[in-house]
Nanobody, 121 residues
Framework: QVQLVESGGGLVQAGGSLRLSCLVS????????LAWYRQAPGKQREIVAR???????TYADSVKGRFTISRDIAKNTVYLQMNSLKPEDTGVYFCYGFLKHTSRDIFRPYWGQGTQVTVSS
């Protein structure tokens, strides 16, 4: 069974920083795209940062230059470093992985449960 578990959310003042972590656990044969999404109250879920298997990482325009997605393969962990946080960054942040469970499996989307980030003004 594959699980994605986020941590690192919390309350921070505007201008502050947080680092979110996403531990990918379970039997994984192959990792495809990885990403972070967020959902603000009353709004649709939106992609924040994406790390493809090949090519460059991409970011939403609203977070470019402030957020950085990274991965530690040895720790099976994906990170989202968030700097210069703004109140509009408030929301629930979700980790996403497009993963293959076994060699005979197909790639499937997996989601974490989300972690709350609140930025006060």
């Amino acid at each position: 069974q594959v699980q994605l578990v986020e941590s690192g959310g919390g309350l921070v003042q505007a201008g502050g920083s947080l680092r979110l972590s996403c531990l990918v656990s379970g039997s994984i044969f192959e990792v495809g795209n990885l990403a972070w999404y967020r959902q603000a109250p009353g709004k649709q879920r939106e992609i924040v940062a994406r790390m493809p298997t090949t090519g460059s990482t991409t970011y939403a325009d609203s977070v470019k230059g402030r957020f950085t997605i990274s991965r530690d393969i040895a720790k099976n962990t994906v990170y989202l470093q968030m700097n210069s946080l703004k109140p509009e960054d408030t929301g629930v942040y979700f980790c996403y992985g497009f993963l293959k469970h076994t060699s005979r499996d197909i790639f499937r989307p997996y989601w974490g449960q989300g972690t709350q980030v609140t930025v006060s003004s």
